[in-house]
């Protein structure tokens, strides 16, 4: 049967009237996150409560408790009611909590991040290691271990004379202060604005420390991997100083360019995967955007909650270089022992 065209019109019309009332229903709920404060889904005096509000997160307020996706109106409410000057604030702290991830667990740390080892890890140890910030370089010589160690790192030399059971105390100690920082960063995301990537999950922060997990493998697989291709060169005769390009962290270079190897060096120990296969940097690059991202991504941060950020984040970088320090150092022959000239 075919409809004539005023019956359209009629049909046309219904429709609208049917669907403005949900419509205006919407709009007045505030569900495209627009005129909160309007609509009365903020609490009183929300420019005096709500704009600076450090470690005050959505549930302080009556209003938005009990129902966790209530975050999203705290959030809508405090950018709603903040000025141009205070949003130029939250712009600026977010800038520079996106620098965190790649600054202070890679950048701040160029000379720390080689550990010397006499052997290598095994596959879940390295990879814990790597995931914790330090890259395991096998030396093959105990007494070389000590001089390189000793050479980028503090607490090397007092580490090494200490025995067996000092360095798992030390274990154990460093494992509950990572543990620790973990839930220091937990906590501090769960008391802020939470992330934009989704508020109701609170803890983007330290899941982005365990992801870490996952690169890691992939650096150590591929590591594996250059480091028999280096062992079957060495064994048909191709090089007979193995270990000195072991020490170098696997590039090939000759010890005529000092300045060369320097910089080579440098290269490894202040980049994560920098002489690894291109697997592996991708691995890496894709990890720290993802940091960049999820830090960025906390909303409202204000001056004092940046300065509490900031020192979590030395805390959990520290803390977990420390630790894998340890790990490495539990494989070694310690005690006492003399380096060997």
């Given at each position: 049967?075919?409809?004539?065209?005023?019956?359209?019109?009629?049909?046309?019309?219904?429709?609208?009237?049917?669907?403005?009332?949900?419509?205006?229903?919407?709009?007045?709920?505030?569900?495209?996150?627009?005129?909160?404060?309007?609509?009365?889904?903020?609490?009183?005096?929300?420019?005096?409560?709500?704009?600076?509000?450090?470690?005050?997160?959505?549930?302080?307020?009556?209003?938005?408790?009990?129902?966790?996706?209530?975050?999203?109106?705290?959030?809508?409410?405090?950018?709603?009611?903040?000025?141009?000057?205070?949003?130029?604030?939250?712009?600026?702290?977010?800038?520079?909590?996106?620098?965190?991830?790649?600054?202070?667990?890679?950048?701040?740390?160029?000379?720390?991040?080689?550990?010397?080892?006499?052997?290598?890890?095994?596959?879940?140890?390295?990879?814990?290691?790597?995931?914790?910030?330090?890259?395991?370089?096998?030396?093959?010589?105990?007494?070389?271990?000590?001089?390189?160690?000793?050479?980028?790192?503090?607490?090397?030399?007092?580490?090494?004379?200490?025995?067996?059971?000092?360095?798992?105390?030390?274990?154990?100690?460093?494992?509950?202060?990572?543990?620790?920082?973990?839930?220091?960063?937990?906590?501090?995301?769960?008391?802020?604005?939470?992330?934009?990537?989704?508020?109701?999950?609170?803890?983007?922060?330290?899941?982005?420390?365990?992801?870490?997990?996952?690169?890691?493998?992939?650096?150590?697989?591929?590591?594996?991997?250059?480091?028999?291709?280096?062992?079957?060169?060495?064994?048909?005769?191709?090089?007979?100083?193995?270990?000195?390009?072991?020490?170098?962290?696997?590039?090939?270079?000759?010890?005529?360019?000092?300045?060369?190897?320097?910089?080579?060096?440098?290269?490894?120990?202040?980049?994560?995967?920098?002489?690894?296969?291109?697997?592996?940097?991708?691995?890496?690059?894709?990890?720290?955007?993802?940091?960049?991202?999820?830090?960025?991504?906390?909303?409202?941060?204000?001056?004092?909650?940046?300065?509490?950020?900031?020192?979590?984040?030395?805390?959990?970088?520290?803390?977990s270089k420390i630790l894998a320090f340890f790990l490495c150092l539990v494989f070694e022959d310690t005690g006492g022992e003399r380096e060997r000239e």
């Amino acid at each position: 049967m075919a409809v004539s065209g005023s019956q359209r019109l009629r049909l046309a019309t219904f429709l609208v009237l049917a669907i403005l009332p949900l419509i205006i229903a919407a709009a007045e709920d505030g569900s495209t996150g627009s005129n909160r404060i309007e609509t009365g889904q903020c609490p009183p005096n929300t420019e005096g409560t709500m704009v600076y509000s450090p470690f005050k997160p959505y549930f302080h307020w009556p209003k938005f408790r009990g129902d966790v996706q209530k975050c999203w109106v705290a959030a809508d409410c405090l950018m709603e009611a903040a000025g141009e000057s205070r949003k130029q604030q939250f712009a600026s702290t977010a800038l520079v909590m996106g620098l965190i991830p790649l600054t202070l667990k890679d950048i701040a740390w160029p000379e720390r991040r080689i550990m010397h080892v006499t052997k290598e890890l095994k596959p879940s140890i390295e990879i814990l290691v790597l995931a914790l910030g330090l890259v395991p370089v096998e030396t093959g010589n105990k007494a070389l271990t000590r001089r390189q160690s000793a050479q980028t790192n503090m607490i090397a030399k007092a580490a090494f004379r200490a025995g067996r059971g000092s360095t798992i105390f030390w274990v154990v100690v460093c494992s509950l202060l990572v543990v620790a920082s973990y839930a220091g960063m937990a906590i501090m995301e769960i008391y802020s604005k939470r992330s934009s990537l989704g508020c109701p999950f609170p803890v983007f922060v330290p899941l982005w420390y365990v992801i870490a997990l996952l690169p890691a493998a992939i650096h150590a697989f591929f590591a594996r991997l250059r480091r028999r291709r280096t062992k079957k060169h060495v064994r048909h005769g191709h090089n007979s100083e193995p270990q000195q390009e072991a020490a170098k962290g696997g590039f090939d270079i000759s010890e005529r360019d000092p300045i060369e190897l320097e910089r080579k060096a440098k290269i490894v120990s202040a980049v994560q995967g920098a002489d690894e296969e291109w697997p592996v940097q991708l691995a890496w690059g894709i990890y720290y955007i993802a940091g960049t991202l999820i830090f960025t991504s906390i909303m409202a941060v204000t001056v004092v909650e940046l300065v509490c950020w900031v020192g979590l984040g030395f805390a959990v970088a520290g803390s977990s270089k420390i630790l894998a320090f340890f790990l490495c150092l539990v494989f070694e022959d310690t005690g006492g022992e003399r380096e060997r000239e």
